[in-house]
């Protein structure tokens, strides 16, 4: 049913909507309301959202287009594009990263995204009103508890998210992708708007709001550069050649930059709106429920499944309000989790695909079990069992050793080895040829070529290195993921 097919049989986009809805799909999710506003609190709130901001413009943005434009010229896969561009040569081992890194994020991303196939399943059968009379933090605290405790939950719930994940990615991504984010991605900014309404009316909303939208220029320091740093790619689904997969089923015809400033717009705004939530209702709730401020914040994974319940049960129109809400919004959520498991697993499996020769069902299939294998000791490292977790794999538990390593280690890196790659091997010139077949008057042309060949992998150099000499570098001060942020709102009760 592939009804347009370039010249190697490989399919395309419906037309350029599509392939922006899809890129868009890939960036939104867990990221977005999970990831950015965990990594804000904990990493001192106002400075990080600042330093965030600074590189999705200086470096996500410039990144984006790059990914696109090797997509498109290279036709193929991260390996098989670099390969494409300059034969003979080891570039295509940075695509290699690429892969790799898509086996590792799907592994632990999978368990967070089972977590909210979870909690739509609590929430649609009305388990998110508070009982009468039970303290609300310790009763949303004691749920997720239970649930991360559990190892049968822990993998049946990433079992059903990987299948599901699987079916679409062997089926041909893009008969599912497009209707779906088509829908979601409006209802989901309808949703957050509502929740913002209901959290910036809390009591102590203007405490959590300062605390996000004023830095303190004091709090920030080198691990929240490199945080801000991993947590912009990590956000734009960039470094790993989910939009070099993507790019590689679009048309010359169609516009590259702008397509990227949609992607970047939305995907910002979804994160900004979800700290926009989160950080008054934790001021709410050590404020009013008796909860410390440090300790939700504390929670690390968890505390996105802690704050959005007390939000959603906090609705006018009571249970109710809050059953309908709550399974609309976890819904909403494990779709746009989805949407970007997709891009991940299309990756891994466009690469097999593309350039071993394997049948995308039986390359779908087969991945996907790996990496299903590989995401049950992440799963189990939330309370489950004792040693994959809390200190206990290298001072920290098996799932913050994944993602700390895509974070800062191996995204920075392969979003630096793309920008060389274009700004310096594959060359300025040719990129922007690729580009204008489908710009014609690409305006910000020296700008952006500009910003690929000396901003965006200078800063990322810088920000690398910076953490190497720290690590090898015999420096004391180098710590464990988990640092209690310094929230401290009023004195609770
Ligand atoms: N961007 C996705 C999110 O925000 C995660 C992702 C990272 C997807 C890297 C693909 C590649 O949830």
Redesign the pocket.
């Known amino acids: 049913m592939q009804a347009n097919a370039n010249q190697n049989g490989r399919g395309l986009w419906g037309s350029r909507f599509a392939f922006v809805l899809a890129a868009a799909g ?7 309301i999970w ?1 950015f506003p965990t990594a804000a609190a904990q990493n001192g709130g106002g400075g990080f959202v600042l330093i965030y901001i600074l590189c999705i413009l200086l470096v996500g943005l410039p990144v984006m287009l790059a990914e696109m434009v090797i997509g498109r010229a290279g036709e193929k896969n991260p390996v098989g594009a670099l390969q494409h561009l300059k034969p003979g040569t080891p570039w295509y081992l940075v695509g290699a990263l690429g892969v790799v890194t ?1 086996f590792v ?1 799907l592994s632990f ?1 999978t368990v967070i995204a089972g977590w909210t196939v979870f909690y739509f399943i609590q929430a649609a059968g009305g388990a998110l009103t508070v009982p009468e009379g039970e303290d609300s933090a310790a009763y949303f605290s004691e749920m997720f508890g239970s649930m991360t405790a559990n190892p049968g939950y822990e993998i049946l719930f990433v079992a059903v998210f990987m299948i599901a994940t699987i079916s679409i990615v062997a089926a041909g991504v893009r008969k599912g992708i497009e209707r779906s984010v088509k829908i979601m991605m409006p209802l989901l900014f309808l949703l957050l708007a509502l929740l913002i309404a209901r959290s910036v009316t809390l009591e102590g909303a203007g405490a959590g709001l300062s605390y996000y939208l004023v830095p303190d220029f004091g709090a920030i320091n080198r691990e929240v550069i490199v945080m801000a740093l991993g947590q912009a ?8 050649g ?1 939009m070099i997969t993507y790019g590689s089923y679009l048309r010359k015809e169609e516009c590259l930059p702008s397509s990227a400033g949609y992607v970047v717009t939305a ?1 910002s705004l979804i994160a900004i709106f979800a700290g926009l939530i989160v950080f008054p209702v934790i001021f709410f709730m050590a404020a009013t429920q008796g909860a410390n401020a440090d300790e939700l914040v504390a929670e690390g994974p968890g505390l996105v499944f802690v704050i959005f319940p007390q939000i959603l049960s906090e609705l006018p129109g009571g249970a109710a309000a809050t059953t309908i809400f709550g399974a609309a919004f976890f819904l909403l959520l494990a779709i ?2 989805l949407t ?1 498991a997709i ?2 697993l299309e990756v891994v499996t466009a690469h097999f695909v593309d350039d071993w020769k394997i049948p995308r069902k039986k390359a779908a299939w087969g991945l996907g079990a790996i990496i299903f294998l590989l995401a049950i000791p992440s799963a189990l490292s939330m309370g489950a069992v004792d040693w994959l977790s809390a200190d206990g794999v290298f001072g920290v538990s098996f799932f913050d050793l994944l993602y700390m390593l895509t974070f800062q280690l191996f ?1 920075p890196l392969g979003a630096l080895g793309l920008a060389v790659f274009v700004g310096w091997a594959w060359g300025l010139k040719k990129a922007s040829e690729a580009i204008q077949t489908g710009t014609p008057n690409f305006r910000l042309e020296k700008l952006w070529q500009f910003m690929i060949r000396y901003v965006a992998p200078i800063a990322i150099a810088v920000i690398l290195a910076a953490q190497f000499i720290d690590i090898f570098g015999g420096d004391a001060d180098e710590k464990p993921a988990e640092e209690p942020a310094r929230t401290e709102p009023a004195e609770g009760a």
């Not at 890939?26 to 977005?32: D, K, P, T």
């Open positions: 890939s960036a939104v999710g867990l990221g977005n990831g898509g994020i991303y790619f990590f956000s734009l689904s960039l470094g790993m989910v995907d746009a989790a970007s891009s991940l995204l």
